[in-house]
């Protein structure tokens, strides 16, 4: 659509040739989009001109989603997953009509799958993708039980501290914490946090309002607002608990709360972040109890966990578990260690951070600033005679190539790396600089994850797998008889939404003999791939087709795994 767009805006007079081609020559460098760089670069006024214009020539509507008002029901008939991944809204229904907002009004793909989520024909019109993202994070709100909490303090005298340009002394802010209802508001937003099972909290400054918002289940849902005027003081509140310094203002800071909640220790690793506005505080939810440390318990199917069982109890070798961030990679090493966790094994870890403690388990806090890094730990385990390893991430090469000589040398090695699937990790190790004959020689299995929504049990219904849905799907009509699709209707359990907790989708990759001899022929991804599905490997797409038959994850949850 780019090099289109570009011709089109040049045809039109709307641009010059140099302005475009200067533009196409800065996002080769940068990767940015091309209607960015032409409004960074001054070329078009901004960023409504050219959505109107593309608009226009497309024969479709503009809006400025800023200038109306949405209802929030209608919104919500699009899943928060899919709206934020594709940069879509919807705007208005009329009969079986849905008018939904996009910034990519040539993505059909995304039209025909909103069209089958909603079951309504679908009008597009065209918005700027930032208006689209602002009016995602305004409407798909959770006002949860903190409300309660700040309407009760209101009417208790607590003294506010002023929002105007003057900043409050340490002094002040000293007496306002120790407020009882502000003390109760900072509690209770903790304790709610962690009673619906939320990884993290948020508290975010701007200009003119304070944001609070819980991670559940993976996704970002915006809470009740706090009191602006209160902002400094929760804050501070949050800081002196973490036994931080609430007089520094313009570093960043890091800290530790350690919790009750219904007779349960919670450990909270607190991070303090200065933003034009104030400062930004993030609090991970560590409760040992949530952590799943069960094997049989993460969703594995039972080949792929065959796989992944016999691949840790095996004497030596590296095992690489990988995946985004928030995928689950660290709770699987955790479930592998706490499998393998017996009187005569001697287990190392090290981890940057440590998140849970367990008995047994020898974990090391990497930490860089001091010169004690992945590599030098490593170092120093294979001098205190381990039998199992677990280094968090192979982040460089020098990383890389100790983990792998510790495996040939008699060793069993976990270790994590950021990339999208299992056949692409043996090129990312050679790019590291490994010679592809010790990363043959060393790898046992590579398993990529993800983390998916599960639909509501409560309120599941099965859906007519048409070929439509085929289509969606990129499917075969013949191919797949028993396809079943299911969607949750919304109900008290789910919070309307449909979805409630999380399951894990599995690739896993047994390094066989003929996938070494592909390495040591440097292979490309897609021959060690081809090579691995013919063995049995199971991808992530058919992976979460899979689930969604067996009628654990919504269609929408596929959809979002193969793109």
């Known amino acids: 659509m780019s090099s289109e767009l570009g011709q089109m805006l040049v045809k039109a007079g709307k641009i010059t040739l140099e302005q475009l081609t200067h533009a196409q020559e800065v996002q080769e460098r940068s990767n940015e989009k091309l209607t960015d760089i032409l409004v960074k670069t001054g070329a078009v006024a901004d960023e409504d001109t050219l959505v109107h214009f593309i608009g226009k020539q497309l024969n479709i509507g503009a809006i400025r989603l800023g200038d109306i008002e949405l209802n929030p029901e209608i919104v919500k008939l699009i899943p928060l997953d899919i709206a934020r991944r594709f940069?879509?809204?919807?705007?208005?229904?009329?009969?079986?009509t849905l008018v939904v907002a996009i910034s990519d009004p040539h993505n059909i793909y995304v039209l025909d799958a909103i069209k089958f989520i909603t079951g309504c024909q679908i009008q597009p019109v065209i918005s700027p993708e930032k208006a689209i993202t602002r009016a995602i994070e305004q409407y798909y709100t959770d006002?949860?039980?903190?409300?309660?909490?700040?309407?009760?303090?209101?009417?208790?005298?607590?003294?506010?501290?002023?929002?105007?340009?003057?900043?409050?002394?340490?002094?002040?802010l000293q007496s306002a914490v120790q407020d009882k209802p502000l003390v109760r508001l900072v509690d209770g937003m903790i304790a709610e946090a962690?009673?619906?099972?939320?990884?993290?909290?948020h508290i975010e400054s701007y200009e003119k309002r304070i944001r609070l918002r819980y991670r559940i289940d993976g996704e970002l849902i915006e809470m009740a607002p706090l009191p602006f005027k209160l902002r400094a003081a929760i804050i501070s509140r949050v800081k002196i608990m973490a036994d931080l310094d609430i007089s520094e203002r313009r570093l960043p800071q890091d800290g530790r709360i350690k919790v009750k909640v219904q007779n349960r220790p919670i450990d909270l690793r607190v991070s303090v972040l200065p933003t034009i506005f104030g400062e930004k505080i993030v609090m991970r939810i560590l409760d040992p109890t949530s952590l799943r440390t069960d094997l049989t318990k993460l969703g594995f199917p039972q080949d792929a966990?065959?796989?992944?069982?016999?691949?840790?109890?095996?004497?030596?070798?590296?095992?690489?578990?990988?995946?985004?961030t928030g995928s689950?990679?660290?709770?699987?090493?955790?479930?592998?260690?706490?499998?393998?966790?017996?009187?005569?094994?001697?287990?190392?870890?090290?981890?940057?951070?440590?998140?849970?403690?367990?008995?047994?388990?020898?974990?090391?806090?990497?930490?860089?600033?001091?010169?004690?890094?992945f590599a030098s730990a490593l170092r120093s385990f294979l001098r205190q005679d381990p039998d199992v390893v677990m280094v968090g991430e192979i982040r460089d090469?020098?990383?890389?190539?100790?983990?792998?000589?510790?495996?040939?040398?008699?060793?069993?090695?976990?270790?994590?790396?950021?990339?999208?699937?299992?056949?692409?990790?043996?090129?990312?190790?050679?790019?590291?600089?490994?010679?592809?004959?010790?990363?043959?020689?060393?790898?046992?299995?590579?398993?990529a994850q993800r983390m998916v929504r599960k639909v509501c049990p409560s309120c599941r219904e099965e859906i007519k797998a048409t070929p439509?849905?085929?289509?969606?799907?990129?499917?075969?009509?013949?191919?797949?008889?028993?396809?079943?699709v299911f969607k949750g209707k919304g109900c008290s359990e789910c919070n309307k939404s449909g979805l409630t907790g999380r399951t894990g989708i599995f690739e896993v990759m047994t390094v066989s003999p003929d996938i070494e001899r592909l390495i040591l022929r440097d292979g490309s991804t897609e021959d060690i791939r081809a090579a691995a599905v013919k063995e049995g490997m199971v991808t992530l797409r058919m992976a979460a087709l899979n689930k969604m038959k067996a009628g654990e994850i919504p269609l929408e949850q596929v959809l979002a795994q193969s793109v």
């Open 87 to 96: 940069k879509v809204i919807a705007i208005s229904k009329l009969a079986k």
């Open 143 to 172: 006002s949860g039980g903190i409300s309660e909490i700040i309407k009760g303090i209101e009417g208790e005298g607590l003294e506010l501290i002023e929002a105007d340009d003057d900043v409050p002394t340490d002094m002040d």
């Open 194 to 201: 962690i009673i619906k099972g939320a990884s993290d909290i």
């Open 305 to 324: 966990y065959k796989r992944f069982n016999k691949a840790i109890h095996l004497p030596y070798g590296m095992i690489l578990v990988t995946g985004p």
């Open 328 to 373: 689950g990679k660290t709770t699987t090493l955790y479930s592998a260690l706490q499998t393998l966790n017996q009187v005569d094994i001697n287990i190392m870890t090290a981890e940057d951070p440590v998140e849970y403690n367990f008995d047994g388990i020898n974990q090391v806090l990497v930490r860089s600033d001091i010169g004690l890094s």
């Open 397 to 447: 090469g020098e990383t890389a190539e100790i983990a792998i000589r510790a495996a040939l040398t008699g060793h069993l090695v976990f270790s994590t790396l950021h990339t999208n699937d299992a056949p692409s990790t043996i090129n990312r190790l050679v790019d590291m600089g490994i010679p592809a004959y010790l990363v043959a020689s060393s790898t046992k299995l590579i398993m």
């Open 468 to 484: 439509e849905i085929l289509d969606i799907l990129d499917l075969e009509p013949g191919d797949h008889p028993d396809l079943r």
